[in-house]
């Protein structure tokens, strides 16, 4: 037996549960691993609550790191003691959890196991879009929403390390700071009254953004879509402020010639060489010191609970992890 948190039923953070539960093998294509550090996401509040559809009771949480105790049958490449760190493995929280061999990013020694399970899906989220959904190019200018969140941030850092500039929105003066830390080359708070699309063509001579990556959703959409240059595109990547309603894809045309993409992680690591070679830009930042992630908060495996409370009461800044 094992110690993991699960949710007992849907409701709110008082339905996870410190308990003990079976102890996990590893099947075949999987990895048995210690869980060092899982990483907490608002994908496991939306499941806790039952917003997601899920069963009952279930052990929480997709991410996080920690040291391969068991081989799996058909698995080559790994080996007890290796680190490995997981963006999509059920029952996170936990101290033993399987985890897919073709879905384990390898840890490097210089990055510590409480950031390994914080940037997972914020980091691969934030790579894919600045090389994959539009790839920057030095001296292209990107608008990023929410830059002071947690993709916000990583993004911002990789577009800067990929030679771009970037202009930032944010929603307070102190989330302002963080984004200008992050290297934004201009931030400006948006709101009530506020032209997002007259400021960023003023901050760009008229011409527009090469990117825009958006994901707020529909307080937003419009407003990067007109604040794109001629053939520019518009990456929807989110959906913060609720879906974007229907519209006519004339807009695109009339807009400029605009690209538009709506991607999720799912379609940028099909495969263990397209995980490898994401997860190895951000490791490489991390080690080599061009990416900054800092992991706001750590927490007891059994104070779950209160995790989840200081998450959706928006009383944390940065990653949050729990430590088993």
Do not use: C
Request: hydrophobic share 45%.
């Amino acid at each position: 037996m094992i110690h993991a948190v699960q949710a007992t039923r849907a409701g709110g953070p008082e339905v996870l549960e410190y308990a003990e539960v079976p102890e996990p093998s590893a099947g075949a294509g999987e990895l048995l691993v210690a869980v060092g550090a899982a990483g907490i996401n608002f994908i496991d509040t939306y499941r806790r609550s039952g917003a997601y559809p899920m069963e009952y009771p279930h052990v929480v949480g997709v991410e996080g790191s920690g040291v391969v105790e068991a081989i799996g049958e058909g698995v080559t490449g790994f080996s007890p003691g290796d680190r490995v760190a997981w963006h999509d493995a059920h029952g996170s929280y936990a101290e033993k959890v399987a985890v897919r061999a073709d879905m384990a990013m390898r840890v490097p020694a210089g990055v510590s196991a409480e950031a390994a399970a914080a940037i997972p899906l914020q980091g691969l989220t934030a790579q894919y879009l600045a090389t994959g959904s539009h790839r920057i190019e030095p001296g292209q200018t990107a608008l990023i929403h929410a830059g002071a969140g947690g993709v916000g941030l990583l993004l911002t850092q990789l577009v800067k390390h990929l030679g771009g500039r970037v202009i930032s929105t944010v929603s307070t003066e102190e989330k302002a700071e963080l984004a200008r830390g992050a290297g934004a080359d201009e931030v400006f708070l948006y709101g009530e009254g506020v032209d997002i699309t007259a400021k960023v063509r003023e901050l760009t001579g008229g011409a527009g953004v090469d990117v825009a990556y958006d994901g707020v959703g529909r307080d937003t959409f419009d407003a990067s879509l007109a604040s794109l240059r001629i053939r520019g595109s518009m990456v929807l990547f989110g959906a913060a402020s609720g879906p974007v309603p229907p519209f006519d894809i004339q807009r695109l045309n009339s807009s400029g010639g605009i690209f538009l993409s709506r991607p999720s992680l799912q379609w940028f690591v099909t495969n263990p060489t397209e995980l490898t070679e994401r997860a190895e830009m951000l490791f490489d930042g991390l080690e080599n010191g061009w990416l900054d992630f800092r992991v706001g908060a750590a927490f007891p495996l059994a104070e779950a609970a209160e995790a989840h409370r200081a998450l959706e009461g928006r009383r944390t800044t940065g990653k949050v992890v729990l430590i088993p």
